[in-house]
Every structure is written in C-alpha cells, then in structure tokens.
C-alpha cells in the first residue's frame, strides 16, 4: 500500500503520518513510500488506538477545566463516582450489564456517538471508556486470564502449581544455569570443558541449532546447564531458556567485545531478574583485551567488582580450559543466596525446553522438572498433549526410572507433539485430555504466520515464493518462520503454504507439483513414500535441505531477489547530428550524419532530439562509411544511415544513442 493512500484513509497528511509513526511503534523511513499490506493493518489499527485515547484525554481535559472547584470537593466528588471495569473488549450487553443501564438505551448512546452496535457487537476499551466516562464513571482497566498474553499464563500457571507445595518437605535442588551470548563467543565450547564432551563439532557450522540440557556436579553438587543458541535466527530459544533458569552465565570474547546478542541476552536476564555471571572468554588470544571489555560492562552501569561495582565476572578459556572451576564455584557462590528449594514429593510438573518427532520413537519431549518427580508410567499433560510415560532419557542417554527437581529428562510417550515453552504435569488420570480436540500444534496442516491469508488491491502486484517447510524439531520451526518473517519487501514475499515436523511426506510432493512450491527443509530428508511419489512426475522434485538456519533464511532471500524486477538505468554511449535526409520510405530513414561525441554502433537504440525536445525512439538499422558498411563509427567522423523511426526525421535531428543496462536487485534495494 502506497503511503499517501494509507495517509488518505487516515484523513491526515503524508507527512504527518511518517511523523507519527516512529512513536506508535513503527519505523519505515522518512523516504518509504510504501509499506506491507500487512503492516499496514497494524498502523490503521495503532492509529485508531491513539486517536481513541487521545480523544479521551481530551473529553477529560474538558470535563476538568468546566469542573473546577477546590481540591476538597474534588476529592468528594471521587469518592461518590461509581468505578466500573472494563476489558480490552466486551459486547454492547455486557458493557450495559457492567453500566447498571438497559441495554437499548447504550446503543443510543453508542449511536449519538457515531457508532452503530447491535446487541452482540464488541466495542473496544477505548470506546467503552470514553462513553463510561461521559456518564461520570471512574473507569479501570480489567485484565483478565482472556487478556493475558499465553507466556503469563503458562507463568501464572507454573506459580500456582509450584504453590502447593509443602514447606516441611522443602530439600535443596540443583541449579539451573542457562549459557547465553553472542554468537561465536564460545558458550558451547564452555559446556565442552565442563561437561568434559566435544559437543560443538556435531553442530551444523558449529552453531548450536537447539537448546540442549545437560547435568554436571563440582564439589558434590549437580548443576544443570542449559545451552541456548547465539545466532539472531534463535532469540525466541534464548528467551525461553531464560524463563527456566536459575542463574545465567553471559560469555563476552575478550577478543570481541559486547556484541548485538549480548545485548539481547542481557536483555533477557535482567527482564527475567536472573542472578547472572560474565564470564570474559578466550582470554588466551593475542588480541585479547579484558580491560576494554570491563570498560563496555562499566558503560551499561555493569561495572566489575574488581573495578568497584557489582557485576561478577569470571576470565577463562573455554578452549584452554583456564578458569573453569573458578566460574563454576562463582555460580555456586550467587546460586547460594538464592536458597534453591524444591519439594520432590509434590505432584510433578517442568517445563519443555526442546520437542521433537523421532521416527521410530514418536513424539519426544526434552523437559525440565521444576518440583515433584516423574516417574515412569506416570500420566501428564503437557499444554493441549498427553501420554503416558513409557521411558524417561536422562542428558548421557541412558534410560531411568525417575527424574526429580531441577533434572533434565527426555519424555517419551506423548501421544502428540507437544509444543516448547509448554508446561508438562503429572496428572491421574488422561480422561479428560483424551477429550480435547483441538491440539494447538496440528503441524501436518498449519499454515505459517508468515504472509497476510488475503491480498488486498493494493497487494495485487506482490509476487510470492511458495514453499513447504520441513524441519526437525519445534524450536528449529520456531526459530525458522521467526526469521522469514523479517524478510519484508513491498514487491515480493515468501508464503509457507505447508509447515510440518519429521521428513517430507507423499503429500508435500503432490503439493508441491500442484502449487508450484518449493521443498525447504531442515535436518529432514524425502520419506520413501515421498520418493516414489516424486519418481510418478517427469520433473524430478528435489528438496532444498540445510543443517544450518541461517543458510536456509540466506537460499529463501536469494530466490526471493531473483523475482524482483532489475533496476533499469540508460547510459548514452554518443551523440549524432542529422545533416542531410536523402530518403524517406515509410519509417525507413536514409540519412547522412556526424558523430559529435563517442562512438555510434550500429544497431544502437537511439532518441531523436528536435529543437531540445524528444520526438521520436528509433533504431539505426544500417552503417556506412565511404559507402561501406561498418559496425561503428567514432567521434568527428561523418556517415551515412538507415534509421528506422515513426517520425520523419529532418535536418540538424540529434541522434542520442544509449544503452540499457538491466543491474539485479538485492532485497534491500
């Protein structure tokens, strides 16, 4: 959508709008002058937020300036309103049943207002409270579970499960140390010298694709240790790894410095208020500079404590393995002002740190256990899934039979994929589990969030990059759609047609043949009935698999740019002057002229200027010199030509001629 039309439905100027924008949220650029369709939704919607609001500020202003009296009889007067609650939307009864008010006598409110509202329709709080306010109501905002975000009630729920448990059965629990930072910093490599194992060379590219969780034990003590990805395409994992954790160790090189991720994972942990360390790594590089890194940590008010703030720090060499019992005893030391508690003997529940469909297993669920202890044979429901534990996995892959509080715990035995993030709890029974229908992840089926479901006139012209997606597991899913999001342009736009977990099926072959879509996976392969399927068609279809993320964001972008219409430019390669006109027969031109600058070729494409004005495109169809033909002609020179053209060409005509050069477009172009 053009931005002056977006302006227009607006009712305010084009400049007025880009003013606007930046402080409702959203910054396309003084210069855009379009803006997604989709985007554009949430601009209107935005806008219509802040017109609402302001023109409740104003009713208010009004009513205060018309209502002055002493502060005495203000306060009086607050106390004789009456308070009502109001949601972030409700239906025209139910803001009546709220005002104490018939129902047909809210409507006509609604109407002198300028807003037509049956019975059923839902207003919106701004509505609500502007037309409360009016009847002299002090007006609260009611947020309830409906208008909590899924995040805090996941939250809200965990809190009220992790509430009963009993004082008296209270015991110390192991930690739970999430690793964030940077990408390349060396947090896997960190992992490696504690955990003694070489996990970072099976990372695709040696980036960690998933979260992985993994028990360690110094001094008698276990400590469990969540690694969460660096790269940008992850920040949803790291997120979520910090809402389970205890303590957070942030890596910053020594030779690096703060970094964009290590932002956001500060970001993160002082959100979540996580008691973290810093550990400075690979202090053993030559270009090492703990100092210019404690000057960065001293910037955003994290001074260390040896240069007289509050930040703990650590200096190590993850590869070299310096400094290592020192940083996990100084996460022993911040976990033990913590006084870390668990009840063993409550009714279990943890929270799904990475989920995935194994072929011969089914779906598996790897969970933290935050109290109580899983058993197996034990019932749960984890979010809209269930099942009955048929193998409990500990982080060595060795089987066990329980796993208590602050263990990580690969569950095998759900009956459907459960989702990351989602809570998983010990129940008695599955009778009421079995009965829900609607599993929030229907992954065989589920379009992706990552195109608009309609097109509106304005979007006629987007040309979109159908594909399937196949990956692995949830987080990598999520990880992926969260970064094909971002590839927003006015001209072109991926549209996942079919998402799903586990290798491709019979089914996105045939769709792929019938829409024309790509296959993108990650991690995954065709099925064998995929294969044979793919045999049936005279166009093999081969899927377009990775190992790393970002390289399958980098293979969309690139198919993407090639459907973006090059950018056309002209480039004058020499200019002519008509002297003599010999002949003229239909559009043919016989002509005798000069070259004044450059080289006219023949076959060129030329303007035919007339008195500085364009009159005519034109083509010179023939060359000659001394009456021979020739390919080109050079500055000073005179000649003669055939120049095709619809109009009649005349003495003192200047021919420019050009070139048109066609450059591809990138995506940010």
């Not at 990372?203 to 008698?220: C, F, L, M, P, W």
């Amino acid at each position: 959508m053009n931005i002056t039309e977006l302006a227009r439905q607006l009712n305010v100027s084009p400049e007025v709008l880009r003013e606007k924008l930046p402080e409702l949220g959203f910054d396309i650029g003084k210069r855009a002058i379009k803006i997604d369709n989709v985007l554009a939704q949430r601009v209107k919607a935005a806008w219509q937020g802040m017109e609402a609001e302001e023109a409740r500020k104003r009713k208010a202003a009004e009513r205060k300036a018309e209502n002055q009296v002493t502060d005495e009889k203000e306060e009086i007067a607050v106390e004789d309103k009456k308070v009502i609650s109001i949601p972030d939307t409700l239906t025209v009864n139910e803001f009546a049943e709220r005002l104490s008010m018939p129902v047909a006598k809210v409507m006509t409110l609604l109407m002198q207002n300028g807003i037509m509202a049956t019975l059923n329709e839902r207003i919106d709080y701004e509505t609500a409270a502007i037309l409360a306010e009016d009847l002299d109501y002090v007006v609260e905002r009611d947020v309830t579970e409906a208008e909590i975000g899924a995040e805090d009630k996941k939250r809200a729920k965990l809190e009220k499960v992790l509430g009963t448990q009993k004082k008296e059965n209270l015991a110390d629990r192991p930690p739970v140390v999430v690793v964030m930072g940077h990408v390349d910093h060396g947090k896997t490599k960190l992992l490696d010298a504690i955990r003694k194992t070489n996990v970072v060379d099976g990372e695709s590219g040696g980036i960690t694709q998933h979260i992985g969780a993994y028990q360690v034990e110094k001094n008698g003590r276990k400590m469990t240790f969540i690694d969460t990805p660096g790269h940008e395409a992850f920040s949803m994992m790291r997120v979520r790894g910090g809402q389970v954790a205890d303590v957070a160790i942030l890596v910053v090189a020594a030779d690096d410095g703060i970094m964009p991720q290590t932002l956001e994972s500060l970001n993160v942990i002082q959100k979540e208020e996580i008691p973290f360390v810093i550990a400075i790594n690979k202090i053993d590089k030559p270009d090492a500079d703990i100092d210019r890194i404690k000057q960065q940590l001293s910037e955003l008010n994290l001074a260390p404590e040896d240069w007289g703030g509050k930040a703990v720090t650590a200096e190590i060499s993850a590869k070299e393995n310096i400094g290592i019992d020192e940083l996990l005893e100084t996460v022993l030391l911040v976990v033990d002002l913590e006084e870390l508690k668990a009840d063993p003997n409550a009714d279990a529940c943890g929270t799904v740190v990475e989920a995935k469909v194994d072929k011969g297993e089914g779906p598996i669920a790897t969970v933290i256990v935050h109290a109580g202890t899983l058993k197996v044979g034990d019932n749960v429901v984890v979010g809209d899934a269930y099942g009955r534990i048929k193998s409990l996995i500990d982080f060595n892959g060795e089987r066990i039979q329980k796993a208590g509080p602050s263990m990580p715990v690969k569950i095998i035995g759900l009956k459907t994929p459960a989702a990351v993030g989602d809570l998983c709890e010990r129940v008695e029974s599955l009778k009421n589990a079995k009965k829900k229908k609607n599993y929030h992840i229907q992954m065989e089926e589920k379009p992706a969030v990552v195109v608009a479901a309609e097109s509106s006139d304005d979007e006629s012209d987007v040309k979109e990059f159908p594909i399937i997606l196949r990956v692995d597991v949830l987080g990598s899913l999520e990880a992926v759609v969260s970064s094909l999001a971002k590839l927003v342009h006015p001209e072109v736009r991926v549209k996942v047609v079919r998402q799903g977990l586990g290798d491709f099926t019979e089914g996105d072959i045939k769709q792929a043949v019938d829409l024309g879509a790509a296959l993108v996976g990650f991690n995954v392969t065709l099925s064998a009935a995929a294969k044979e399927a793919s045999s049936r068609f005279e166009e093999k279809i081969e899927p377009h698999n990775f190992t790393i993320i970002y390289e399958l964001v980098d293979y969309v972008k690139d198919e993407l740019e090639k459907m973006l219409d090059p950018e056309v430019s002209e480039k004058i390669v020499s200019k002519a002057q008509v002297i003599a006109l010999f002949k003229q027969t239909g559009k043919e031109n016989i002509i005798g002229g000069r070259v004044e600058e450059g080289t006219l070729k023949k076959g060129s494409r030329v303007r035919v200027m007339r008195k500085g004005e364009e009159v005519a495109d034109a083509m010179l169809a023939e060359l000659q010199s001394a009456k021979q033909p020739i390919d080109s002609i050079k500055s000073g020179s005179e000649f003669g030509a055939k120049v095709v053209s619809d109009v009649e060409l005349a003495e003192n005509d200047v021919l420019v001629a050009f070139e048109v050069e066609k450059k591809k477009r990138t995506f940010n172009s």
